[in-house]
């Protein structure tokens, strides 16, 4: 029974754990972001944000950039989803 404790809490460590490119939204100084990060500053599962992508229902002011494949979020839509002044 320990053993089912512990793993659940270690999945549930792994599933919450920040990008490795994570930086608080107050210290952020890049103009684009990872949608990895971007979903952790919105709370939001990347299935989300790609879906945001594709089917361009994203939020107003979170359009990504479409880069080699991959999406980058502006981070002043993030700021301005969250209402966060720069």
């Not at 270690?10 to 754990?17: G, K, S, V, Y």
């Not at 945001?52 to 981070?75: F, K, Q």
Request: charge should be positive; aromatic fraction near 4%.
């Amino acid at each position: 029974m320990n053993t089912a404790i512990h793993h659940s809490a270690a999945i549930r460590e792994i599933a919450t754990a920040a990008p490795p490119d994570f930086v608080p939204l107050h210290l952020e100084t890049r103009t684009h972001v990872s949608t990895a990060v971007m979903c952790r500053h919105l709370n939001r599962k990347e299935q989300t944000a790609r879906g945001w992508a594709s089917a361009e229902t994203y939020p107003d002011g979170l359009r990504p950039l479409r880069v080699m494949g991959r999406l980058a979020w502006p981070v002043a839509g993030i700021r301005k989803l969250l209402g966060v002044a720069q």
